[in-house]
């Protein structure tokens, strides 16, 4: 089967990324048709792109050989999918408004083939309240994301806006034209998942943060789950050390509150998981400026964040049919589950002991007790990908059941 993408690459330091991007997909016998954008030019050559995909780069719109040869609007279907890495915010922008003022604008607009987007930005103009708008907006549309991830940028700032590695994207191609309905056909079929994972961190000043120590494993884990099993799944994690898992719409955050935001604009779903250790406190004003030690040691005051598994268990329209939730607790497990299955409007608590023995948290083990409002079902110590396969046959046969 030939498999051909295009490759449009726009202008950001994450260009380079393109090039080992292309490289990666040539090994897995994936032709590469590449547009590099005015901007993207800034940052990798015609002659390196041309070099590593053995084809014509392609750059103006208004060229009279390229239009004679093959015009723009065959060039945007010609190949089984269009990949815009790194997806910067002036194409997205671009794309979500519908513009066609360049090449790769025009060519995004009259494209009948699925699109997947590795976007890469300063993590304020990710944060920006118009790229929110525009990756809705693009989302609405159909164009599916991969990254960014959250690390330390190029211009020496932090936080979400990295473009996903080369890796990353090249496995997310490769599921894409392998299932060109994207999804597996299973008993999560025309489902759609949403679920928290990982840590939050609640800064203290642009250095520091309060965190804790999940490692997103489980919440990833149901992710996987839920994905081989015909869902389409939005996962909203907060920041973790695991890789983007292919075929699984991620959505990086920081804090709490961010967390929510992101929850409530995927609402509408069939079934919500909250695997995510959220930070219950934050501080309640952040420094701007990192604080100094001659200072002496701050007084923090605590603001209580938002609650976001209650929030949506108790949500009066768009309430997904199932919420789910997991109660990590030292003592008293089950009492505890109880309450919170009642105090947060949970259809299930999924409980397990977090305490120091136990090895549970941040590892790689799981023995949890299903608590609904029927009772309680004690399950063996597994690993966290045996629980999460399990757990997510019978929230499908739950969803079945409850519809
Ligand atoms: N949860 C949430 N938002 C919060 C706190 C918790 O969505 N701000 C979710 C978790 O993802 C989990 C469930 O609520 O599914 C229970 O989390 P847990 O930390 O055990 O409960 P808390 O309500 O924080 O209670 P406590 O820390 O006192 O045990």
Redesign the pocket.
Known sequence: MNRRILLIIGGGIAAYKALELIRLLKRRGIAVTPVLTQAGAQFVTEMSVAALAGEKVHGDLFSITDETQMGHIELSRAADLVVVAPATADLMAKAAAGLASDLASTLLLATDKPVLMAPAMNVRMWEHAATRRNLAQLRADGVRFTGPESGEMACGEFGPGRMAEPETIAAEIETLLDAPGALPEGPLSGRKVVI?AGPTHEPIDPVRYIANRSSGRQGYALAGAARDMGARVVLVSGPVSLPVPPGIEVIPVER?EEM?AAVKEEMPCDLAI???????WRVKEAAAGKLKKQAGPPRLELAP???????IGKMKRHRPALV??????TEDLLA?ARR?LAA?G?DM?VANDVSPESGVFGGAHNQVHLVTAQGVEDWPRMDKAQVARRLMERLARMLADAQ
């Open positions: 928290t709490a929510l909250f695997a995510a250790a959220v930070a219950d964040n938002p609650d976001i598994l209650a929030t789910i939730g997991f109660a990590a607790e505890q919170k947060k949970a608590i």
